[in-house]
């Protein structure tokens, strides 16, 4: 099974940015496509980003679409969430998982793994 580990969340302003780290124990992680997703106060979990195993395909939501960026590295066990030009509403908190199925590319995620999560304030 895989282990994953968030980081990299923290205070920000509204207009400024932060990259989010998802480490990943398991030799089997760079077969997983991997997700972002968050929960607000309040609001219903969010399926904000998702990335396939070679990073050869990509979803967003709309509400971060042009404004956040997934990446991988496989040699890294790494997943990456870099978020730019954020705003109020995208604070949360902030969790990566491994995807099941192809579902995602339409952005119903199914998950499987997934970790404790990292904290995103923005600030207005």
């Known amino acids: 099974q895989v282990q994953l580990v968030e980081s990299g969340g923290g205070l920000v302003q509204a207009g400024g940015s932060l990259s989010l780290s998802c480490a990943a124990s398991g030799r089997t992680f760079r077969s997983y496509a991997v997700g972002w997703f968050r929960r607000a106060p309040g609001k219903e979990r969010e399926f904000v980003a998702g990335?396939?195993?070679?990073?050869?395909?990509?979803y967003y939501a709309d509400s971060v679409k042009g404004r956040f960026t997934i990446s991988r590295d496989n040699a890294k066990n790494t997943v990456y969430l870099q978020m730019n030009s954020l705003k109020f509403e995208d604070t949360a908190v902030y969790y990566c998982a491994t995807l099941v199925g192809t579902t995602w590319y339409a952005g119903k995620a199914d998950f499987g793994s997934w970790g404790q999560g990292t904290q995103v304030t923005v600030s207005s």
């Open positions: 990335i396939s195993w070679s990073g050869g395909r990509t």
